[in-house]
């Protein structure tokens, strides 16, 4: 008779897999303080230095009643998990959140308007386009948490190499597309500029033409107005008319981050998060503010937003925490510390970086203007982005394909 | 005829060099790859991770602090016995951050360099073996070569050929595995830079190991505080275990509750038997992602949220399962059962001595897809984990932790990727033996 081990093998294995795994409770030492739950994306570092914080905050004596445990959500599914975990009542007290998602959960009714603490006394120290993202129906339902932006990274090296000037970049899309001409070589295939062709990559565009993509009320669609069309142009030229675009945007190609760490894009929109990468590769490159246009240099914003859910029985010394988290000196830490760019205004007095370029940045979030705040910008996103590459392909004018965009976002996203 | 053999001279000249390009291609990378493995495990094992030196270089002292003693106690062992080439090496590799400044990267570099050195004196080793690979296999073919007759060269080119269109499909098979193992070894920054000289050169130059340390926590010196408990069992090898757990339990309760299910509805009699197999078959025309919301509801009104067992009890139940094992079992001869069932077998004997063992093959099958889709079953354990207790996270939860807003740590997703390939692996390659002796049993009468 063969006998068959394996069964036997697999039957052990499994018992000590149980017997590792079957304990599935972890005590957390009690203080005897009230717990504010605080949900979070941050990475290892961010998350070190967000318990100091938090020690520093539960030090003071106003607060010896409160203990906030921060729990480390993944990005990628923060919106289903939060959505999940509200309905049934296991949700946070307080949470940090993308920028695009205080929208629906405010018209959701999930989460606290801020006026409620008296926040209209402070919003002021805030820059204003992380803080417009927060501004929903004429309130504000979360206050920034962390901010981003993009700005023009140009490779010196390239720059060298075409007898231009490294110290000098391009300060309007005039001077932008000559430079870039000058350095597009498409036989050895590298090219001025490589771009996403996404609206959040967009918006640059956008607000440097002075174009209002939603109106105030959050109503009408302005994506049809003459300054939207005239952006919108004129980026599709760069790739359809001077060919100094290198298709980064199609699928399959090279993207623009990859092309520029590998010399084949000059320039690219970027933000800082990838300056630590950039600087270990070992490239020399330099970062500039958006080429200005008709309405001067602008950029989008990116970056996250905190706030208190509806379900917390504790949401005061969850704002509380809050603003001592973004006041100018704990802001100034972190993002010194981080090399990330500050919300509050005031933290600008209070430190600068020895690094150049993350300067740069703290300069184009002073122009920057705050994104479409709807309710699923991601849907914004699928209806717009179809338009505008057809547009840069060819198949459509400009003003065809964002007055069709238009019509379709007050169709679909803005009746959310 | 003398056209002909000069045909097949020139194609064998042809095959034979495209053999020894691939080959000296093939085993020049995993070469260097083992003797990147090699050198980044024995020079890099107490350093900390480049990230975490960042900060201590950017604050004015470029090697400031804990990274120079570990720095100074490498560099007799990477120098080895060439000391004035390495020593001079290294000192330049110092030298250029502080000509440009104190940059965050000065420290990092120097970190890497141990092993980049003991990498690149290994490298003409490395080479070496991969050309004395080659060659081994020049003179092989070239003696059989020579041993054929001639009008059987003919056939021996054609197999030739096969063999070397079939390794070159090996190749594309496993370059991405081969990527992703080269991958995790990147310290970060480097991840998406190609080799200019040669693109297919993708083992990196100055390997670490800091991802692998970072993913299972085992970078912290000895001398740092100890952290509290949650933060320790953050690690991969918890998510590893745990999603083991799931996946192999779910797999194998899915199979066992299918097989009899399938059981009873393709041999055994019962009154609505076709009604109530349509109307199970009707629940599959719903897309599954519309149960998901109110299985999320009654685990949580049961109170098992965050428990191993929520991860997969409303799976438990498959359609699917129970219609591919109906539609193979009632394939087996119903006078199987009766000449069993008159030599005095009881139902639980049918069940486990003949309808099982019949329906290995199949089972096996629906084992290995149930695994699967546990193992990566992303939405529904992210929406049941307790994130407030790392002991019910798993795997592909785990994995997402590592993608931020805008950046992914590539090189930590790729070691972590590393781990969640290897039970499908395994388990593949066990159960392909079962698969073909299930399908082969009984097809020869002897």
Redesign the interface.
């Known amino acids: 008779m063969n006998k068959n081990y394996l069964p036997w093998i697999f039957g052990i294995f499994y018992l000590f897999l149980l017997a590792a795994t079957w304990n599935d409770r972890v005590d957390v030492n009690a203080s005897g303080r009230t717990i504010l739950q605080f949900w979070h994306t941050y990475n290892d570092d961010e998350e070190k230095l967000l318990k100091e914080v938090i020690a520093e905050w539960e030090a003071q004596p106003a607060n010896s009643n409160w203990a906030i445990r921060p729990i480390r959500i993944p990005f990628d599914g923060h919106k289903p998990k939060i959505r999940t975990a509200l309905t049934v009542g296991l949700g946070p007290d307080f949470a940090r959140v993308d920028w695009s998602f205080v929208c629906e959960l405010a018209r959701k009714n999930a989460c606290v308007d801020l006026e409620t603490f008296g926040f209209s006394k402070i919003s002021d120290q805030y820059l204003s386009a992380p803080l417009n993202t927060n501004r929903i129906d004429g309130k504000y339902y979360g206050l920034p948490d962390q901010t981003t932006c993009v700005a023009l990274f140009y490779n010196k090296t390239i720059f060298r190499d075409a007898n231009l000037d490294p110290e000098k970049p391009p300060k309007t899309w005039d001077e932008f597309i000559e430079t870039a001409k000058k350095l597009t070589n498409s036989e050895k295939g590298t090219y001025g500029f490589g771009m996403d062709n996404t609206l959040w990559w967009t918006l640059p565009f956008f607000n440097t033409f002075g174009a209002k993509l939603i109106s105030d009320d959050g109503k009408k669609c302005l994506l049809d107005s003459e300054a939207a069309v005239k952006a919108l142009e004129f980026k599709a030229s760069l790739f359809s008319v001077h060919k100094i675009e290198a298709g980064a945007w199609r699928a399959g190609a090279i993207s623009p981050e990859s092309g520029f760490v590998n010399g084949r894009y000059a320039m690219i929109f970027m933000g800082p998060w990838n300056l630590p990468k950039f600087t270990n590769s070992k490239l020399d490159f330099g970062v500039a503010l958006i080429p200005a246009g008709p309405a001067g240099s602008s950029s989008n914003v990116g970056g996250t937003n905190a706030v208190i859910f509806k379900s917390s029985k504790n949401p005061r010394p969850c704002y509380d925490f809050l603003t001592f988290f973004t006041s100018a000196e704990i802001q100034a830490r972190w993002c010194k510390r981080l090399n990330q760019m500050p919300v509050n205004r005031k933290s600008y007095d209070l430190f600068s970086f020895d690094d150049k370029n993350l300067q740069v940045f703290m300069e184009q979030l002073k122009t920057s203007v705050s994104n479409p705040i709807v309710t699923s910008y991601e849907m914004l996103e699928d209806v717009v982005n179809p338009e505008m590459e057809a547009v840069i392909t060819g198949q459509k004018t400009a003003a065809d394909a964002l007055g069709n965009a238009s019509r379709k976002v007050e169709a679909k996203v803005l009746s959310l | 005829m003398e056209q002909s053999s000069a045909f097949r001279v020139a194609a064998f000249v042809a095959l034979t060099a495209g053999m020894v390009l691939l080959s000296f291609g093939i085993s020049g990378q995993i070469f260097k790859f083992g003797s990147m493995v090699l050198s980044s495990m024995t020079a890099s094992s107490e350093i900390s991770s480049?990230?975490?030196s960042?900060?201590a270089g950017?604050s004015g002292m470029p090697a400031a602090g804990d990274p120079t003693p570990s720095v100074g106690g490498e560099t007799p062992v990477a120098v080895g016995s060439t000391p004035s080439v390495g020593g001079g090496t290294l000192a330049a590799v110092g030298s250029k951050p502080l000509a440009d400044g104190p940059?965050?990267?000065g420290s990092?570099m120097v970190l890497k360099s141990a092993a980049t050195l003991r990498m690149a004196g290994l490298a003409p080793l490395a080479n070496g073996l991969a050309a004395l690979v080659s060659l081994i296999l020049m003179a092989f073919v070239l003696r059989r070569w020579i041993a054929t007759q001639a009008d059987l060269r003919g056939r021996f080119l054609k197999t030739f050929f096969l063999y070397e269109a079939l390794s070159m499909a090996v190749v594309v098979v496993l370059f991405p595995f081969f990527w992703m193992l080269c991958t995790s070894f990147k310290?970060?920054?480097?991840e998406?830079?190609?080799n200019?000289a040669n693109p297919f050169d993708i083992v990196p130059n100055e390997p670490t190991t800091a991802n692998f340390l970072?993913v299972l926590k085992w970078d912290k010196p000895a001398g740092a505080p100890v952290e509290?408990?949650?933060e320790r069992?953050k690690n991969f090898s918890t998510y590893f275990?745990?999603s083991?757990?799931v996946a192999?339990t779910a797999a194998f309760l899915v199979t066992l509750f299918s097989s009899m299910a399938g059981y009873v509805f393709a041999k055994k009699e019962l009154p609505y038997k076709g009604y109530l197999f349509a109307l199970l078959m009707g629940t599959m025309m719903i897309p599954g992602m519309m149960y998901m919301?109110p299985q999320?509801?009654m685990i949580?009104?049961m109170g098992l949220?965050?428990?191993?067992l929520a991860m997969f009890l409303p799976h438990l139940a498959s359609v699917f399962g129970v219609f591919m094992l109906k539609q193979f079992m009632e394939t087996i001869p119903g006078s199987l059962l009766e000449a069993a069932r008159i030599d005095g077998a009881s139902e639980w004997q049918l069940f486990s001595i003949i309808i099982v063992p019949l329906s290995m093959p199949i089972l096996l099958t629906l084992f290995l897809l149930t695994f699967l889709f546990h193992w990566s079953n992303?939405?529904w354990q992210?929406?049941v984990?307790d994130?407030?207790?790392?002991?019910?996270i798993t795997l592909p939860?785990g994995l997402?932790?590592f993608?931020?807003?805008?950046?992914s740590?590539l090189g930590l997703i790729m070691s972590a990727s590393c781990f969640s390939i290897v039970p499908i692996a395994v388990l593949f390659m066990?159960a392909q033996r079962y698969f073909i002796e299930g399908m082969t049993q009984g097809a020869v009468k002897e």
């Open positions: 480049p990230t975490e960042v900060p950017s940059t965050p990267a990092a310290p970060s920054g480097q998406l830079i190609i200019e970072k509290d408990e949650i069992k275990l745990n083991l757990l192999s919301v999320f509801f949580s009104k949220c965050g428990s191993k992303f939405l992210l929406i984990t994130f407030a207790n790392p002991l019910s939860v997402a932790l993608r931020g807003q805008y950046t740590d066990i």
